[in-house]
Nanobody, 119 residues
């Protein structure tokens, strides 16, 4: 069982930046970020494999960057040029393989952290 703990959420004005972090209790191959906006279904934001291969949702390309540390147990999501539509609860997820950035492909989930962007 892998435990995931997120940190770094908060409130920011549009155009600002925030960095989210996720700490895993043990190594796992694929880690990703998902978000759930008010009234919307959960959606994939970005994922990263242990080798560093990344996938991003079109809505965040060029604005968000996902990284992992050398031990592969800490993952960060650097978010810049934030928009009001980025307001959501962001959750860290992990799984054995990186596929199509769909929530059904992930086995472990964190509790989530709220990001609020005001315009």
């Amino acid at each position: 069982q892998v435990q995931l703990v997120e940190s770094g959420g908060g409130s920011v004005q549009a155009g600002g930046s925030l960095t989210l972090s996720c700490s895993a209790s043990q190594y796992i191959y694929c880690m990703g970020w998902f978000r759930q906006r008010p009234g919307k279904e959960r959606e994939g934001v970005a994922q990263i494999s242990a080798e560093g291969g990344t996938t991003y949702a079109d809505s965040v390309k060029g604005r968000f960057t996902i990284r992992r540390d050398g031990a592969k147990k800490i993952m960060q999501l650097q978010m810049s040029d934030l928009k009001a539509e980025d307001t959501a609860k962001y959750s860290c997820a992990a799984g054995a393989y990186c596929y199509s950035l769909r929530s059904s492909e992930y086995d472990y989930w964190g509790q989530g952290t709220q990001v609020t962007v005001s315009s």
